[in-house]
């Protein structure tokens, strides 16, 4: 157990609509960033938060945004959801000090 | 920009045999350097790392030597177990600390009794 919680684990849902991914970091950890794995594009960096900045800027979509809150946990919305948006999404946490991220255990987005 | 090569999996391999699979990678600077091992149904977790040039990561009888020479990062286990299989990740991040990780495709190890 990496000490990272993501919910939910699986999301099913429908061309168009939204959703929001849920993240809380390992105890004390201030960055967290996200990660989307898919078949076609493998493991992509998509955004990172420190202490509830954003701090750097990947592959993500116009369609996504993130936040992180004050207790730190993040959420990352997706809209207008399209089919290749199916994919596992990680969050990982870190605290900065030494480069590790511990992964939480990713939920699975199918988008029918 | 930072890129990641890994060899194109499956490697299938019976029990006790020796491992390698191939990283290299592309970085300005002086990127930290690590393998992630990804199990069935489940997230990536931090298999071993390396920060400079020359250093050894290991961890669970696996190895990979960070070699600036020839920017590479291959891992290696001298002999599987049928518990190894699983997909392997090579990664790096680049500069201060907390940089997002590049990864490379990923390899899936088949380890058969």
């Known amino acids: 157990d990496s000490g990272v919680t993501q919910t939910p684990k699986h999301l099913i849902t429908a061309t168009g609509q939204r959703v929001t991914l849920r993240c809380s970091p390992r105890?004390?950890?201030?960055?967290v960033y996200w990660y989307q794995q898919s078949l076609d594009q493998g493991l992509q960096f998509l955004i990172q938060?420190?202490?509830?900045?954003?701090?750097a800027k990947g592959n993500i979509l116009e369609r996504f945004s993130a936040q992180q809150f004050p207790d730190l946990h993040s959420e990352l919305n997706l809209s207008s959801l399209e089919l290749g948006d199916s994919a596992l999404y990680f969050c990982?946490?870190?605290?900065?000090?030494?480069?590790?991220?511990?992964f939480g255990p990713g939920t699975r987005l199918t988008v029918l | 920009g930072n890129s990641v090569t890994q060899m194109e999996g499956p490697v299938t391999l019976s029990e006790e045999a020796f491992l390698t699979i191939n990283c290299t990678y592309t970085?300005?600077?002086?990127?930290?350097l690590f393998w992630y091992v990804q199990y069935p149904g489940e997230g990536l977790q931090l298999l071993l790392k390396?920060?400079?040039?020359?250093d050894k990561g290991s961890n669970k009888g696996f190895e990979a030597t960070y070699r600036k020479e020839t920017t590479s990062f291959h891992l290696e286990k001298g002999s599987v177990q049928v518990s190894d299989s699983a997909v392997y990740f090579c990664?790096?991040?680049?500069?201060?600390?907390?940089?997002?990780?590049?990864f490379g495709g990923g390899t899936r190890l088949m380890v058969k009794p």
């Open positions: 390396a920060t400079k040039a020359d």
């Open positions: 990664a790096l991040t680049r500069g201060n600390a907390g940089n997002m990780l590049t």
């Open positions: 990982a946490s870190s605290s900065g000090a030494n480069n590790e991220q511990f």
């Open positions: 938060y420190y202490n509830g900045e954003e701090r």
């Open positions: 970085a300005t600077g002086y990127p930290s």
């Open positions: 105890s004390g950890d201030l960055s």
